[in-house]
T-cell receptor, first 113, second 112 residues
Framework: DGGITQSPKYLFRKEGQNVTLSCEQN?????MYWYRQDPGQGLRLIYY???????QKGDIAEGYSVSREKKESFPLTVTSAQKNPTAFYLC????????????FGEGSRLTVL | DQQVKQNSPSLSVQEGRISILNCDYT??????FLWYKKYPAEGPTFLIS?????DKNEDGRFTVFLNKSAKHLSLHIVPSQPGDSAVYFC???????????FGGGTRLMVKP
C-alpha cells in the first residue's frame, strides 16, 4: 500500500526527554518535509530534505534534529532543547514538478507532560 | 512576519449556500497558491491550486480566484455541504517550489 506512514500517532513523554518521530514513504519521492501545527498558527516548517544525506532548516528548526540516511525515511527528533514541544507533527513528501504541492502523512501528536 | 494570512479564524455557513474563504499574502515572489483541507487528527489533503498566471481555477464545487494586484486569493465552495466542515489552509510557493508557506487556517462549519 503506497503512501506515507508516520508513527507513533500519539506519544506522551516527560519533560526533558528526547523523542523521535518516524516518517517512512514508499512513493520514491526525493523531497521530504516536517511541519508542526499549533492551533491558530497554521503549519510551520521545521526541516526539509531534497535528497539523501542532505537537509535544510526551516523556519522553526531550533530544538529539533533530523537525518536522511535513506530515501524512504526522514525521522525527526524533538530534543529537550525544544521549549514548547507539545504539538501535532506532520511529515510530507513533495510531488513532482515545482508547484509546491505536498502529500501529507496522518500526523503524530506529541504531548509533553 | 506572516507572509500568508487568513484573517478569519472561523466561518459558519448554511448547507446549500456558498462558502467563501479568503487569504492574503505579502510576498510577490509566490508563483503557486494552494488550498488544503484538514480534519482533526489527520494530515491536510490537497484541494485545489492556481498558478500566478491565472486568475481562476475551477474543480467541481470548488473555485479559487487570484487577484495578484491585491495579493489576495479566495476559495469558493458552492453548494456547501456538511462534509465540507473542516479547517482550510491557504498555502503559497515560490517558483522553485521548495517550500510551502501556510496561512493560519479557517475553520468552516456547514450547518445542515
Amino acid at each position: 500500500d503506497g503512501g506515507i506512514t508516520q508513527s507513533p500517532k500519539y506519544l506522551f513523554r516527560k519533560e526533558g526527554q528526547n523523542v523521535t518521530l518516524s516518517c517512512e514513504q514508499n512513493l520514491n519521492h526525493d523531497a521530504m518535509y516536517w511541519y508542526r501545527q499549533d492551533p491558530g498558527q497554521g503549519l510551520r516548517l521545521i526541516y526539509y530534505s531534497q535528497i539523501v544525506n542532505d537537509f535544510q532548516k526551516g523556519d522553526i528548526a531550533e530544538g529539533y534534529s533530523v537525518s536522511r540516511e535513506k530515501k524512504e525515511s526522514f525521522p525527526l527528533t524533538v530534543t529537550s532543547a525544544q521549549k514548547n514541544p507539545t504539538a501535532f507533527y506532520l511529515c510530507a513528501i513533495g510531488t513532482s514538478g515545482n508547484t509546491g504541492e505536498l502529500f501529507f502523512g496522518e500526523g503524530s501528536r506529541l504531548t509533553v507532560l | 512576519d506572516q507572509q500568508v494570512k487568513q484573517n478569519s479564524p472561523s466561518l459558519s455557513v448554511q448547507e446549500g449556500r456558498i462558502s467563501i474563504l479568503n487569504c492574503d499574502y505579502t510576498n510577490s515572489m509566490f508563483d503557486y497558491f494552494l488550498w488544503y483541507k484538514k480534519y482533526p487528527a489527520e494530515g491536510p489533503t490537497f484541494l485545489i491550486s492556481i498558478s500566478s498566471i491565472k486568475d481562476k481555477n475551477e474543480d467541481g464545487r470548488f473555485t479559487v480566484f487570484l487577484n495578484k494586484s491585491a495579493k489576495h486569493l479566495s476559495l469558493h465552495i458552492v453548494p456547501s455541504q456538511p462534509g465540507d466542515s473542516a479547517v482550510y489552509f491557504c498555502a503559497a510557493a515560490n517558483n522553485a517550489g521548495n517550500m510551502l508557506t501556510f496561512g493560519g487556517g479557517t475553520r468552516l462549519m456547514v450547518k445542515p
